[in-house]
Structures are given as C-alpha cells and as structure tokens.
C-alpha cells in the first residue's frame, strides 16, 4: 500500500470566463504528477494547451487554474474579482498558519 501525496492548492474553475468560483482545499496528487484528485473530482495537466488554464476535469472536460496557494492571498490568476475564495474547513488552519504566517480566521 503506498500513500499518495497531498497538499493544499489554489483551485479556480475557468470553464465561465477569467474569474470563476474559486477555493483552497487539499488535493492529492498521482505518482507521475500528471494528475490530481480533489474530493470526487480527478484533474489532468493540460501540457500547454490550455487558454489560461493549466487542468481539465477529467469527467467534464471543464478548465481550471490549480497552483500552490500564494503567502500574500493573491492566488487568482486574474486580480480583481468579487468572488470570494472559499477555504475549505478541514485545512483553514493549515493555511492560515503555514502559508499566510496568519492567526486563524473564521
């Protein structure tokens, strides 16, 4: 039995435009690093092919902008956006302690 790695990503859905509905969450990621899983959903690299875009849903085909999450918060690729970035629960802590240097917020 092996034990995938995982860490907490910047997730953005592209399939709508520029800005899309965004969140940090935990992922994890295949042995290749060609692939990664977040909850139900299992993403491929685009490879370059992607306008704005670096994965694709594997089930939908839909794009989206998956990276490290950023110290400073500015993970869209596109600033300027009123969405808010969703955190999931289960690694708020985390994130707010080990990427931001933050306390934790609500």
Known sequence: MSVRKTRIMY???KSEGLNGPARIGRVTLSKSGQSL???????QRLGGRGFKANYFEAETGEHYWISGP??????????GSTMPVEI??????????????LPTRE
């Open 70 to 79: 950023r110290k400073d918060g500015a993970d869209r690729l596109y600033p």
């Open 37 to 43: 899983r977040y909850g139900e959903k299992e993403f």
């Open 88 to 101: 999931d629960a289960d690694v708020a802590e985390e994130y707010w302690r080990d990427i931001r240097a």
């Open 11 to 13: 997730i953005e859905n």
